[in-house]
């Protein structure tokens, strides 16, 4: 049980806006809120990674490669950032990388909803960009208001990046848009698939106890609903501006209040999927991340040891 | 310019800006499958950087005559690419990745430094900074060998399955593509010239990481430079080009 | 080295909670502990900071020993940044306006503020 003393001050810290440090007291419940957020988050980065990475070699220019090339580096890079702050705060667990990535494949860690998803034709590809990334920009967006410093520095990092990561996916988009009959059909199928995930993605109208004790260590700022309704508000009318149509006849917003009305996501069937990774694609990625970390844990014995060795020849 | 000049430099072009080309795209096969994530960045900036080069030759290609780079990579077929067979070579396990990128990078380098005696000056100030991203791929996969080389059982083992496995496949890797008169008249060492060289480098290196040397490269059965691939490329070719076809012509 | 010469450990000063550790300067101490006292007063008699890190000079492997290690940055990675689009013109052909990440990061942040 963390002292009681100490654990008012520290709430008395963040009252005052005060920021957290990786080396600061903190109460254990803080500590494992930040590790099971920041956890989540960072693997999300890495599966949100595989969707993309299957189009990389189908991507029909020279410069959608690259760019295509170029963003999921960057989720990866994310992951990389984000498994570090992680790995610092699991320390009194002991567990660092190793563990943190095993729990992927054992499933001790859930990944983002829309990673479970297939991406079956390249407007999937440039609707990510502009949705899933557009989702993940407002909650990251959020974040940058962190109590515990270094997440909020490491998002301004992200956020920075990720700004590519938006024009790109708008551009694809717009390419689309522009585009064929044929190129236009794949860009409203694509829409059409992605948007009940990203209803809930930002989480369920009423959060649960996790969310709202991490709005209570001001971890987060906003609650699911207010950053569903900032998406709904900046994107549906950017699909419309695209003459392009959304799957939800409900909805519609309040003139007077401003907030819209939707339709929900079947929340039963995504929790179920993001608890057992039964989704359309969960088996596959988590086998794309198996071969990259268990099946190559080899190539990291390897090279530790030879770089021990090496640091002990004569000259070295 | 003279149009055998042109000629002759669409000729000793072509093959480099396609060699590129792809390694660039097997290179970005290996996205999100490195065996660290801070390999993983590395690795890809490694082979944006390749692609990046190939860009900068189809476009000197383009300013020679040649169709633009976008039409170079999704409109011909097989048989009018000139990279050598090996880099269409599928990839393998990280052994024989390192193994066939350390061995490509050596050999890149000697071709970079051979091309600057090139009398063609947009050539020659594109070299420059090409020169300088290859000079840290080599290094990237030089420590790779050196690391794996002293890894351990495992490693070891893996390391000589890897060559086993790509040494046959070498030796189209040699040449320029350009007959013998023409790469005299270029101011350019022969291919034989260049094979020597790399085995002078690569050779005393093994040496030092006590890998046995699978004995000289042995020499070509197909040749990717004359427009003889295996089915890989092919393969390769159409998976890359199966979204583009679908409207060969809009903008994407 | 004469026995009587400390080591060097280079500094980082720490701005306010949401900055990187910045390179200041280096100093001599006889260790680590001690550094961190030297640092403070060496570097930070005028300007707050909320830490200091030292480092001792000989952990430090630098990029610069060779020129190979540092990035090559030019136009050819254009496709890297949101400078290298221009998306603002097809926007305007579907009657709709661009739209910036730094819109965002201010609508997300601006409640609180």
């Known amino acids: 049980?963390?002292?009681?003393?100490?654990?008012?001050?520290?709430?008395?810290r963040l009252e005052r806006g005060d920021k957290i440090e990786a080396t600061d007291w903190m109460p254990s419940e803080y500590r494992d809120l930040l590790i099971k957020q920041i956890h989540m988050h960072g693997i999300s980065e890495i599966m949100g990674a595989y969707p993309e990475k299957e189009w990389v070699p189908k991507a029909p220019t020279i410069r959608r490669k690259l760019a295509l090339n170029a963003k999921v580096q960057d989720e990866i890079g994310h992951g990389q950032m984000l498994l570090r702050l992680a790995e610092d705060l699991s320390r009194p667990y002991g567990r660092g990388r190793e563990a943190l990535m095993d729990d992927v494949i054992a499933g001790r860690v859930k990944f983002h909803n829309v990673f479970h998803m297939a991406a079956p034709t390249w407007a999937d590809a440039g609707v990510i960009g502009f949705l899933v990334d557009g989702g993940a920009i407002i909650t990251q967006a959020m974040l940058l208001d962190s109590s515990y410093a270094p997440y909020a520095r490491m998002l301004k990092r992200i956020v920075a990046e990720e700004s590519f990561?938006?024009?790109?996916?708008?551009?694809?988009?717009?390419?689309?848009?522009?585009?064929?009959?044929?190129?236009?059909?794949?860009?409203?199928?694509?829409?059409?698939?992605?948007?009940?995930?990203?209803?809930?993605?930002?989480?369920?109208?009423?959060?649960?106890?996790?969310?709202?004790?991490?709005?209570?260590?001001?971890?987060?700022?906003?609650?699911?609903?207010?950053?569903?309704?900032?998406?709904?508000?900046?994107?549906?009318?950017?699909?419309?501006?695209?003459?392009?149509?959304?799957?939800?006849?409900?909805?519609?917003?309040?003139?007077?209040?401003?907030?819209?009305?939707?339709?929900?996501?079947?929340?039963?069937?995504?929790?179920?999927?993001?608890?057992?990774?039964?989704?359309?694609?969960?088996?596959?990625?988590?086998a794309l991340r198996r071969f990259a970390h268990e099946e190559q844990r080899w190539v990291r014995e390897a090279v530790r040891r030879a770089s021990d060795e090496l640091a002990r020849l004569p000259g070295a | 310019m003279e149009q055998a000049m042109q000629e002759a430099l669409i000729r000793l072009v072509t093959p480099i800006a396609d060699d590129e080309w792809i390694v660039g795209h097997r290179g970005s096969e290996w996205l999100g499958l490195a065996p660290e994530l801070e390999e993983d960045l590395a690795f890809s900036s490694i082979h944006q950087d390749e692609m990046g080069h190939a860009l900068f030759f189809y476009e000197l290609l383009h300013a020679l005559g040649a169709p633009d780079p976008d039409r170079q990579v999704y409109a011909r077929p097989a048989e009018a690419w000139r990279n050598a067979c090996f880099v269409e070579m599928p990839n393998g396990d990280w052994a024989a990745t390192v193994v066939r990128r350390y061995c490509y990078e050596v050999f890149d380098r000697l071709r970079l430094d051979a091309l600057t005696a090139v009398g063609f000056p947009p050539l020659r100030d594109g070299l420059k900074k090409i020169q300088r991203e290859e000079a840290y791929h080599l290094k990237h996969f030089q420590l790779w060998m050196e690391l794996l080389a002293n890894g351990g059982e495992e490693a070891r083992h893996r390391l000589d399955a890897a060559l086993a496995a790509v040494w046959p496949t070498l030796?189209?890797?040699?040449?320029?593509?350009?007959?013998?008169?023409?790469?005299?008249?270029?101011?350019?060492?022969?291919?034989?010239?260049?094979?020597?060289?790399?085995?002078?480098?690569?050779?005393?290196?093994?040496?030092?990481?006590?890998?046995?040397?699978?004995?000289?490269?042995?020499?070509?059965?197909?040749?990717?430079?004359?427009?003889?691939?295996t089915p890989h490329l092919s393969e390769l070719l159409n998976t890359m080009r199966a979204v583009r076809e679908l409207a060969p012509d809009a903008p994407w | 080295m004469t026995s009587s010469e400390y080591p060097v450990y280079e500094v980082f000063g720490q701005k306010d909670r949401l900055s990187f550790h910045t390179h200041v300067g280096s100093i001599?101490?006889?260790?680590?502990?001690?550094?961190?006292?030297?640092?403070?007063?060496?570097?930070?008699?005028?300007?707050?900071?909320?830490?200091?890190?030292?480092?001792?000079?000989?952990?430090?492997?630098?990029?610069?020993?060779?020129?190979?290690?540092?990035?090559?940055?030019?136009?050819?990675?254009?496709?890297?940044?949101?400078?290298?689009?221009?998306?603002?013109?097809?926007?305007?052909?579907?009657?709709?306006?661009?739209?910036?990440?730094?819109?965002?990061?201010?609508?997300?942040?601006?409640?609180?503020?």
């Open chain 1, 165 to 286: 990561h938006m024009q790109h996916g708008e551009s694809v988009v717009l390419a689309l848009a522009e585009g064929t009959e044929a190129q236009r059909s794949m860009l409203q199928e694509a829409i059409n698939r992605w948007w009940e995930p990203m209803m809930f993605f930002f989480g369920p109208r009423e959060m649960g106890r996790g969310s709202q004790r991490m709005m209570e260590y001001k971890i987060r700022t906003l609650t699911n609903e207010e950053l569903r309704q900032k998406f709904i508000n900046r994107y549906v009318p950017r699909v419309r501006a695209l003459g392009l149509t959304l799957p939800d006849p409900k909805l519609k917003q309040d003139p007077a209040t401003g907030l819209w009305e939707y339709t929900d996501p079947d929340w039963d069937w995504f929790n179920r999927m993001v608890r057992d990774n039964s989704g359309p694609m969960s088996q596959a990625r988590i």
């Open chain 3, 28 to 113: 001599r101490a006889p260790n680590p502990e001690m550094a961190l006292q030297m640092a403070r007063e060496a570097f930070f008699r005028r300007e707050a900071v909320v830490d200091i890190w030292v480092v001792p000079q000989d952990a430090i492997y630098s990029a610069a020993r060779d020129p190979a290690y540092l990035p090559a940055i030019g136009d050819d990675k254009k496709y890297r940044l949101p400078s290298g689009y221009d998306n603002a013109p097809h926007w305007k052909r579907f009657k709709a306006k661009a739209m910036t990440i730094e819109e965002v990061a201010e609508e997300m942040t601006a409640k609180r503020r």
């Open chain 2, 171 to 229: 030796p189209d890797l040699f040449g320029w593509g350009l007959g013998e008169a023409e790469t005299t008249a270029l101011g350019l060492p022969s291919a034989r010239a260049l094979k020597d060289a790399w085995v002078r480098e690569v050779r005393p290196r093994f040496e030092s990481w006590h890998l046995s040397w699978p004995n000289d490269p042995p020499s070509a059965s197909w040749n990717g430079r004359e427009g003889a691939h």
């Open chain 1, 1 to 12: 049980m963390d002292d009681p003393i100490r654990t008012r001050e520290f709430l008395e």
